[in-house]
């Protein structure tokens, strides 16, 4: 059974820093990996999706990257500002291509 | 760009009683899934659906719980009878044919039993 564990639950950072949020999982064959954006009471928004045969992909300040070997995803973001701030979720489909599993999030504050 | 749209925003309902959420999916989009996430908690799958019928579910989908897709554009959750422990954000989403796309979701639906 896959289990998704994200680390740190909470971050706190000065607006302008670089972060990196990390999740690992210990089923490592999955389909692919998504990273989502939640703010509180708020659906989910997808920010990167990494196939299983990528390592990383960029959207504007955002880079994701996949290390499947060691079990591992960063979700990367430069210059943070405080519309950042959100709660982070990586999620695995699994190699099935059915079912999601997610982690518990990263709740990501960036003080102006 | 197109979006998953589910209703209502939030549910309000007695214990005991059934309840049906609803969700549009993406309009050419083949695989549907439900997901819950109880407050503070992970966001959990449910089922997903394809061909019109059921290809997963977990075990907390029970006999309490069905899915349908009644015209070819809404997706249902219905619970038969609702407990308070099924107070929780629910999300539908959806996924294009290729299995390389992702999962789009909705905005979902906070179901409060009372």
């Known amino acids: 059974k896959q289990e998704v564990t994200q680390i740190p639950a909470a971050l706190s950072v000065p607006e302008g820093e670089n972060l990196v949020l990390n999740c690992s999982f210990t089923?490592?064959?999955?389909?692919?990996l998504q990273w989502f954006r939640q703010d509180p009471g708020k659906g989910l928004t997808s920010l990167l999706l990494?196939?299983?045969?990528?390592r990383e992909q960029t959207s504007g300040r955002l880079n994701a990257s996949l290390d499947k070997s060691s079990g591992r995803s960063t979700l990367y973001i430069a210059a943070s500002q405080p519309g950042d701030s959100a709660t982070y979720l990586c999620a695995m489909r699994d190699a099935n291509a059915g079912k999601s599993t997610f982690g518990d999030g990263t709740t990501l504050t960036v003080k102006p | 760009e197109p979006e998953v749209t589910q209703t209502p925003s939030h549910q309000v309902t007695q214990m005991g009683q059934e309840v049906i959420l609803r969700c549009v999916p993406i309009s050419n989009h083949l695989y549907f899934y439900w997901y819950r996430q109880i407050l503070g908690q992970k966001v959990e799958f449910l089922v997903s659906?394809?061909?019109?019928?059921?290809?997963?579910k977990s075990e907390i989908f029970d006999d309490q719980f069905s899915v349908e897709r009644p015209d070819g554009s809404n997706f249902t959750l219905k619970i038969r009878s609702t407990k308070l422990e099924d107070s929780a954000m629910y999300f539908c989403a959806s996924r294009a044919q290729a299995l390389n796309q992702p999962q789009h979701f909705g905005d979902g639906t906070r179901l409060s039993i009372l």
């Open positions: 990494i196939q299983s045969s990528q």
């Open positions: 659906f394809y061909n019109n019928e059921i290809s997963e």
């Open positions: 089923d490592s064959a999955i389909y692919n």
